[in-house]
């Protein structure tokens, strides 16, 4: 951590401060140059990150020098981690994990003929959700406990995977009890209490990234459930807010390359709810792909008309077996397979 | 709602539309235009807004003409609502509302020192968390019940009300039991399970705005309250994400008129979490009450170098008490006391 | 457009905006709903686009139904426009276009190291700034016309294709002699006058998205040049300012399906200026390929330790070259090539 | 200036950036920790920002610790600069300086009515476009010169001085003979050329801040200007790009203390440009001055409805009126005088 110094701090302040990094078992070094004064301190960050330097006098700012975040760093573990989700599929690998179906669960015969389809084209792990965050109360929110179960009907047909998500901490063993993977949303990427609950079970979480949150708060809420000792956890950007209004959200797809390099977490790439629109999606997905994401996870639908959610982002099952030849090419043009 | 058709937009593409429509036992109207056409429905829109029409075929974009959210809309109800907290204090009244105190509740002696500080200056409510939202696993939680205590023994002994924040659905007893106001953090704006819980009790709520939701979302998150029966809502602006670096995240000053004209909700300001500095959050408050907020909240601490959380943004109570008189000065200019 | 009436507008004030519309030689129709009566107006939208309706009384707010541009449009033409940039070097085309080269343009020899070193990897055109545009009056601003001669000298002994920036309208001649594409910089998106005299020549022009711009932004810049009678536009997505400080920009890689729906011009992408780091610019730059680009602008320095700007972006030769062998894959899985 | 060494970095590499350091004429000092080592250097940061530290092998960032501006800093100068901008008018000072006036100059007789107007009702400048920034090529683009002359006239009438917009740096002569303050746009705040040609002459220059510009990007602008030495640089916060869309920008209010505090240059407030909305310009303009603002430029228009641009964003002169009332309450509320 580097203190820097206002320019007219005294030695009296100075020696405040270094007193009190002493103090905390530290070493300080203090450097006087001709415009500012620093004290840096090496080491130990997390004992100094959180006292308030700021708030000393003569302390113009503060500056870390080391990431927050531990257990979910390249420094903790150099090589890729990949997560096995039961039934031979793996994260992380050398092969892409395409997750498809509907945004919402809505019925049974439709969930397992989505799931029929996609599995066909090569998906491996179906999507849909029981339990909808809807920013109106006036939304269809989900069938709830009777979702999950149609989610483990259409598992016990096609042998697909399951990912659902998870949004009230009350309901964590209902939903683990029918899904292979727990989603947790981008609204709650900061519900600590959610991420500490799901660090305690040792299910795969796919953690999606808050619509406003930079990777470095994307990586400290992971590190949430790594703490826990849950290191079974799945990243995956999903698009943030910037002005931009042509598309729902903006993918970042930078992230990719960026969470590559300061984790060794597989990162999978959410094109639906990052554009908003259908016919965006596959440039997006084989963008995610060229980029060197884990996965996709993907919006399908075969009657978007009649959607109780999200019909405006979902593919035709037609167009989803058109992109997903597209998406081999490209995987085989970095070296993977789907 | 207004459907835009696309240019190559087919007769029977536009039938199919318009019987959809007529099937839900809505009226639409066609209008054919030299570059576009588009179908006109008009009322009931909540009926339309959960058909995804831009997934029709022959459909370039769809948009809506009402806003989403009844019972907090002007329309709903055209005076100020005015909330009763307790005690004898109103929030949306001529007199503004100042809350103060800790980000974090520490320990009972400095906490009830704090609380007389501020209550001597003007505060009617005491702010501190005793469950706190950290993006990191590794810092300070908070006391949990036994700051929840704290902050009861507070109140006995200066007669302030109490304002504390709830983050987890299953402590909503405990915490309802020792405070006036419950608030909903930025981070659980769109904790929907959360929201429908507050929405059950008839505790005033404050809820702030999560940091990168729009207006239009956060009236809707307050929706979910009201719909559930408790009509006491505060609405707090506590800064948005930008761009911008110099502050923590940047305050939407203009959230408070668009606010004022479309809800009949009171409004307060959080200068200390927007601006993230203690040097700034004066010049903040300023404007708060000169744009026409309600009340504010705002973190004060006698020894911020000691503070557990965020002492980087907390007034020292020598400042606060200088801010007060400054405040008064800007509530009486504006046609209000304090 | 779409006028929607306030809930209180009175007969008065709807009649006055109806004759006010009939009095420009439109047709307006009413139609009256339960929550909010709107005005409709179809075709001739530009009539109607600068009259301030909103400022009318008992108006609530006016939707625009079409876009303002109107030669950029796919609406204009449907088929991708090919931009001939000379030397048998098409934009556009089922061949991908890749300009590479340094930041600036720093002295003769390294300049044509760097050239014929890009060509000999399969760029087509080679890059470098003459004229710097600069957040610092104190960085290093450029070589100036000295710079434009050894573009024009590494063309000579390349055969590459020259691109280079225009930042001042009096300049205009001068660069023109020197350049085969010129280059519109992001901070000059917007800068009107110069757009209007780069749309009287009939050169290539390569105009980048300013860092805060929104797509319709960026196309309606587009439509100042071709307004003008040059039709010649190479649109660049370079990064986009969001709260994200991992990168230096944030990459919209939606913008390129984005713009492909909506215009017919062709688009590139800087993923050099985009991430501002080179360890991101190849994933970048792949991803941006499988999103559709037509092109790719690269920068690369064979010693960026001793580079006058932007070092730390650009690629060393030998990583360039491993680069195109990863983006020729890239190209050939959707379809094209380099 | 630190240096923050990978975790793998090699004793070569290190040795490589010393020497550097050491053959630039600065003096490094190496700092070994537990996780990270580090290399500073202190003073003279200038020598340093312009090497890619960040591009040498071994390094993982570079952090700056000092600003890059100098002349517009606080450092430089200690007490607030007042701006003499002639006729009496001082910006910077204990009295509030009010601009008034339309969005464009449209013609001679509605122009002196509102001089006459806003004079009466305490503004001491009016402001004015005669050439028009417009995102579109079909927009109304000002009347030139014969603009300029009205605004002229105008100010013969009334004494009142004169700001207007400089776009075309060949246009610089024309305008300085009619203004007394020249105006740099948001659109131009990085057009370098313009800054460099208004910092030659030594008129005064009201530079609006871009709209996703940083505050430090601000000041680096305005210090273009300085350090061609004209001092007499006003700066204008005028809303920033953000998500949010119920304002046409967000107006930055905490951006009045943060350059206060960095830099000894005035600072004014545009409400109507950062809203877009003529029934926020109060609130926000009465922020403003709470915040610590030395001046406003509002618009002010007799008709909105037929105003050429920006109708919407205007205040009748009656609302002016009125607005001037409550803002003398606010400034004396501050210690100042409107």
Redesign the interface.
């Known amino acids: 951590m ?1 203190i ?1 110094l206002r ?1 007219d701090a005294t030695d009296e302040q100075i020696n405040h401060i270094v007193d ?1 990094v002493k103090g905390l078992g530290l070493k300080p ?1 203090l ?8 004290i ?1 301190v ?5 004992i100094l ?4 330097f ?3 006098p003569g302390v113009e700012k503060v ?1 870390p ?2 990431t ?2 531990k257990l979910v760093s390249r ?1 903790f573990r150099k090589q890729d981690s990949v997560i096995d989700v039961g039934g031979g599929v793996k994260v992380g690998g050398s092969r892409i994990v395409v997750m498809a179906g509907p945004c919402s669960v809505e019925n049974k015969g439709l969930l397992i003929d989505i799931a029929r389809k996609v599995k066909s084209d090569g998906a491996t792990v179906l999507r849909g959700g029981a339990f909808k ?9 989900g069938l709830g406990e009777e979702g999950l179960k149609y989610l483990a009907q259409a598992k016990a047909e096609t042998g697909l995977l399951i990912v659902t998500e998870l ?4 309901n964590i063993e209902l939903v683990s009890k029918y899904t292979d993977i727990i989603q947790i949303g981008a ?2 990427m ?4 959610l ?2 609950e799901v660090g305690k079970i040792n299910k795969p979480i796919l953690l999606k990234r ?3 949150n ?4 994307f990586l ?2 992971a ?2 459930i790594l ?1 826990g000792c849950n290191f079974n956890v799945i990243l995956c950007e999903r698009g ?8 729902r959200f ?9 969470i590559k ?1 300061q984790s060794h977490l597989p990162v999978i790439i959410d094109p639906s709810h ?2 908003g ?4 999606v ?3 997905a ?7 994401a884990d996965g996709l996870i993907i919006e399908v639908h075969p009657n ?2 009649e ?6 982002q ?1 593919l035709l099952p037609e167009k989803f077996s058109e992109l997903m030849v ?1 998406l081999k ?2 995987a ?3 070296g993977r397979q789907i």
């Open positions: 580097i820097v320019p009190k070094w450097s006087k140059g001709v415009e500012r004064s620093i840096g090496i080491g130990e960050e997390d990150r959180i006292q308030p700021e708030a000393y500056m020098i080391l927050p975040y420094d965050p809807r920013s109106s109360p006036y939304s269809f929110q949004m009230d901490v009350r609204r709650n900061q519900n600590f209490d991420l500490r808050g619509m406003s930079t990777v470095k708060e400290m809420s590190e949430y703490a943030i807010r910037t002005f931009e209004d042509s598309t903006t993918l970042d797809i930078s992230a990719v390359p960026v390099r990052a554009t629109k259908w016919n965006l596959g440039a997006c084989k963008a995610g792909l060229a980029a060197g978007p008309e959607a109780l959610s999200d019909g405006n979902s597209d090419k490209i085989q043009a970095v």
